[in-house]
């Protein structure tokens, strides 16, 4: 590791203070700290301390435990909170076991065309969730979806039914829980060392009884770890809900939050005591996710092993069946019926006649609210991966190339926004521009909107930079400085130029993230700042869906031009 | 007269609170090969980086030249990139988004050298190493041993005052390293560059060095010429460091300036053996001392009875290695000693040798 500071560059010659130099850096990397610390604590902070302030909005402030008993007694409440945990449940049962089946097949057999099959999943990890709720709608509403309507020449009624409980379940599962898992796990089990599984294949094992008695146990801390992402990840859910809940009032916490603040009287004291309630639910989550990250460079090795892939003889084309079929649920059939529903006259009314046109486009195409939105979609995008590139690279230096003592504390700050729930966060920054006199005149503009983006995309940006840091060695760097760089030439000439594909596509993955955001910006948006997002948000709400899935496939497409030039510029998964 | 390149002061570096390089002071001059030796952790490697200005000490000064780099009681510290130095890294560290020209052209380029010299001069440097026609090639395809002769070109080509190599042989396999050795030496005396070289090897050390600092503990052991240090350590540590040593047990018996008489114990009991103090040791009589010699001073001969000051014994293994013989023999019955013999005789396991043990070559040491 090297002493070198981003300050250091300055030091000069002989007869400047040593002291100084120490002293820079320090300051430079407690500034960062301290800027960080105050974007990622402040907002949960004032949300603590909001659930205690009872007093109706624009009353003088009163503080007492009202919020509390509501979200504890409540019986609406409480089954928000009931319902929360129990999709989260039951997504992770469903999801974890296929994906681990599905990363195995990917990085450890011979299955033809895994390469391929591997970026569809990549691909589909990119795609909204809204768009591919939407999708779902078209095929399994009740009266109207598509597969309900084949079956019921064959059962007489429709069998799926998409705002219930299990309809909830389906569209999670097929949107966020199964592909990250896959997208997160196939590398890591393509950088286990095969030598554990020829062994125990020497020994007379057979491919299934190695799988589960070998390859899954030494893999376990990777599993562990990527299933309590998963589960906080799940715990942040907000679009499948407002969507699929509603129409049978059906509430999680996120939704039921989002519900008791854009009624007529606001209840901000029990919006924020559920939100602490979260809060403290996900606290254990974290710190078991982070000893099964620490724990885990000790039990998967990685490196430059010969992975010879397993033969799956003839379950070869059994597996192909099986991840083309999954592979049709949460990419084909998303992206064809959003397109198939962006040219009907009635959204899902497949039996009229003449279902098709093209109006929708034309109409969207031209409004004015449309345009507006694009534009500041496009804006908030490149303007939040900008900055964020900025932002996260700098903490990411500070974290692996110097000696500052807090480095340790600025790491797990940077990685805390990924257990706040996007709608908490919304909620906090909402408080924080609202209720800090300096900050009111930002309030509606992109600034805060970007800065939203820039706290929720943090922890993977910093994560994948530091990663990319760590792959590139200090003695890079070093070499450069003892043949006559300064630190900032070193920083343009070698730092940067490596590091520039994982740079870009961290950018292309902030761009994404900041296209497709509405949990964190729910709250903020207002009609000066709208994005596509929320754009299309309040066209579902206005039940204009045929307009709404337009939009929703323009905001698919920037998301899967993303993707695809994340991926070119050669960032496989390193994620996590 | 011998200019000094490289002054070390009293330089101390702690990593938290252990001393990686505790109170070091060396003299380096001018076209010399200096090595630092020691097992890993000595604090060899610190002390090179401490030289480069890719640590900063926390005692003591480093003069380069007739420049202060460091210095703790001056409170002054030159960064790294105005030190005029060359490196070669243990990894090469050779940037991967340039090609092999780029590589070597951007000190030059650094040092705003016009871009015609720097072709000039880069094809020079690449030209003294083998790699002429490889400039357009990009830097990650080269073999090993091409990466390591293109570190040593960049590290070159803006002739630095001094040139710092970090362990750079120990990633090539044995053959090449061997050719890689012999290339350097022949490179340095063709240049004159002074070196300074950290290596944990002592084959290395010794046979490409001029002088030599056997490192322990943060601390220099003992700095000498390498036949010096091989034949007349001042320390334990460096004698058991450096080749093979073979140690007996026992206690002064009679003491005559350097020359010693230890009565032998253990299995050896009743044995007399000569040799001669070891350099700075207090002897006196009745002072339990250890016997030690290299297994190649050893004169075996196949025998009857031990005759002067040798032993008898029994060889119990024999391992033929190519170039000669390695055999493990008991004395007294139970202890055993590693010998080289010759290839010229024909030996076999169970033979009774005698082992001559030339009274000038063996040190008596404190136990």
Redesign the interface.
């Given at each position: 590791m090297?002493?070198?500071s981003p300050t250091?560059?300055r030091?000069?010659?002989?007869?400047?203070?040593?002291?100084s130099?120490v002293e820079a850096q320090t300051i430079f990397c407690s500034v960062v700290l301290a800027v960080v610390a105050f974007c990622v604590l402040f907002p949960v902070v004032l949300v603590v301390l909001e659930s205690f302030q009872v007093a109706p909005p624009g009353q003088p402030a009163a503080y007492g435990l009202d919020g509390w008993r509501a979200a504890l007694s409540e019986p609406g409440l409480r089954s928000a909170l009931l319902n929360t945990l129990k999709v989260t449940l039951v997504r992770q049962l469903i999801s974890l076991p296929l994906a681990v089946l599905i990363a195995w097949l990917l990085a450890r057999t011979d299955l033809p065309g895994r390469h391929w099959l591997e970026f569809a999943f990549w691909a589909a990890f990119f795609l909204p969730t809204l768009t591919v709720t939407l999708s779902w709608i078209l095929l399994l509403d009740p009266e109207y979806g598509l597969v309900n309507t084949a079956l019921t020449r064959v059962l007489g009624k429709g069998p799926f039914d998409i705002y219930s409980f299990w309809g909830i379940v389906w569209v999670h599962v097929v949107t966020g829980s199964l592909t990250v898992k896959v997208v997160l796990l196939t590398p890591a089990f393509r950088n286990m060392n095969a030598a554990f599984e020829e062994a125990s294949y020497v020994a007379g094992g057979t491919t299934l009884r190695t799988a589960l008695r070998i390859t899954v146990p030494v893999m376990a801390p990777v599993i562990l770890s990527v299933l309590l992402l998963g589960t906080m990840v799940s715990m942040q859910t907000f679009e499948v809900e407002q969507v699929l809940g509603l129409p049978f009032r059906f509430f999680v916490f996120s939704t039921m939050v989002y519900d008791l603040l854009v009624t007529r009287v606001p209840r901000y004291d029990a919006a924020t005591a559920l939100a602490v309630l979260i809060l403290l639910a996900m606290l254990p989550l974290v710190f078991v996710q982070q000893w099964a990250t620490r724990r885990r460079r000790y039990t998967t090795v990685t490196g430059q092993f010969h992975n010879q892939p397993h033969r799956l003889g003839r379950w070869r084309w059994a597996a192909l069946a099986l991840l083309l079929a999954v592979t049709v649920i949460v990419l084909g059939a998303p992206v064809a019926f959003a397109l198939l529903g962006t040219f009907m006259k009635l959204f899902g009314f497949f039996h009229i006649a003449d279902p098709w046109t093209l109006d929708n486009w034309k109409n969207v195409l031209k409004d004015d609210l449309f345009l507006g939105s694009l534009r500041n979609t496009l804006v908030l995008a490149v303007c939040t991966a900008v900055v964020a590139l900025l932002v996260h690279s700098v903490i990411a230096y500070v974290i692996v190339r110097t000696r500052y003592a807090a480095r340790r504390v600025l790491d797990t700050i940077s990685w805390l926004p990924f257990t706040v729930p996007g709608i908490i966060l919304g909620l906090a920054l909402l408080w924080l521009f609202l209720g800090v006199g300096a900050l009111r005149p930002l309030y509606g503009t992109m600034a805060v909107l970007v800065i939203a983006g820039l706290i929720s995309g943090m922890p993977l940006g910093v994560q994948i930079i530091k990663s990319g840091l760590l792959q590139l060695?200090s003695?890079?760097e070093?070499?450069?400085?003892?043949?006559?760089?300064?630190?900032w030439?070193?920083y343009r000439?070698?730092v940067l130029?490596?590091m520039a594909p994982t740079l870009m596509a961290v950018g292309m993955i902030t761009f994404v993230g900041a296209a497709r955001n509405i949990g964190n910006i729910a709250l903020l948006a207002t009609s000066q700042n709208r994005p596509l997002s929320i754009f299309q948000l309040d066209l579902i709400a206005q039940r204009k869906f045929e307009e709404a899935m337009v939009v929703a496939c323009v905001i698919m497409f920037i998301s899967l031009a993303g993707a695809l030039v994340a991926r070119f510029l050669g960032l496989r998964g390193s994620v996590g | 007269m011998a200019l000094t390149v490289l002054r070390l002061d009293g330089v101390s570096k702690l990593f938290g609170a252990l001393p990686a390089v505790d109170g070091v002071s060396l003299e380096i001059e001018r076209g010399e090969i200096f090595t630092l030796l020691g097992p890993s952790g000595c604090g060899k490697t610190t002390t090179l980086r401490l030289v480069a200005g890719l640590e900063q000490p926390d005692a003591g000064e480093i003069t380069l030249r007739d420049r202060i780099v460091a210095s703790v009681p001056r409170r002054t510290f030159l960064a790294p990139h105005r030190r005029n130095l060359g490196m070669v890294f243990q990894s090469y560290a050779i940037w991967p988004h340039m090609t092999v020209f780029e590589n070597v052209a951007y000190p030059l380029e650094l040092r705003g050298v016009r871009r015609a010299a720097v072709r000039e001069r880069v094809a020079a440097v690449l030209e003294l190493v083998g790699l002429a026609g490889l400039e357009t090639r990009a830097a990650t395809l080269l073999s090993g041993g091409q990466m390591q002769r293109l570190a040593l070109c960049r590290a070159l080509v803006y002739e630095p005052d001094l040139l710092l190599l970090d362990e750079p042989f120990s990633n090539l396999d044995a053959k090449l390293r061997e050719q890689m050795r012999v290339e350097l030496k022949l490179l340095q005396r063709r240049l004159g560059v002074t070196v300074l070289f950290v290596t944990h090897d002592q084959i290395e050390a010794l046979s490409l060095s001029d002088r030599v600092a056997v490192m322990n503990g943060g601390r220099v052991e003992q700095v000498g010429a390498p036949r010096d240090l091989y034949e007349r350590p001042a320390s334990a540590f460096v004698r058991d460091f450096l080749g093979q040593t073979v140690i007996l047990r026992g206690v002064v018996k009679e003491l005559a300036s350097e020359d010693v008489a230890v009565a032998m114990e253990g299995a050896l009991a009743g044995a007399t053996l000569r040799g001669r103090t070891a350099p700075g040791a207090a002897l006196s009589v009745g002072t339990a001392v250890q016997l030690a010699i290299r297994p190649e001073d050893i004169e075996v001969t196949t025998a009857g009875d031990a005759d002067g000051n040798a032993l008898v014994g029994t060889i119990e293994a024999l391992l033929f290695v190519g170039d000669r013989y390695e055999a493990r023999v008991t004395l007294g019955g139970e202890l055993l000693i590693l010998l080289l013999l010759s290839r010229a005789r024909t030996w076999r396991e169970g033979q009774r040798v005698q082992l001559a043990l030339p009274p000038d070559l063996v040190s008596v040491w404190p136990a």
């Open positions: 090297t002493p070198t250091g560059g030091v000069r010659a002989i007869g400047l203070r040593r002291a130099r060695g003695e890079l070093e070499a450069s400085r003892i043949v006559g760089a300064s630190w030439t070193t000439r070698i130029r490596l | -």
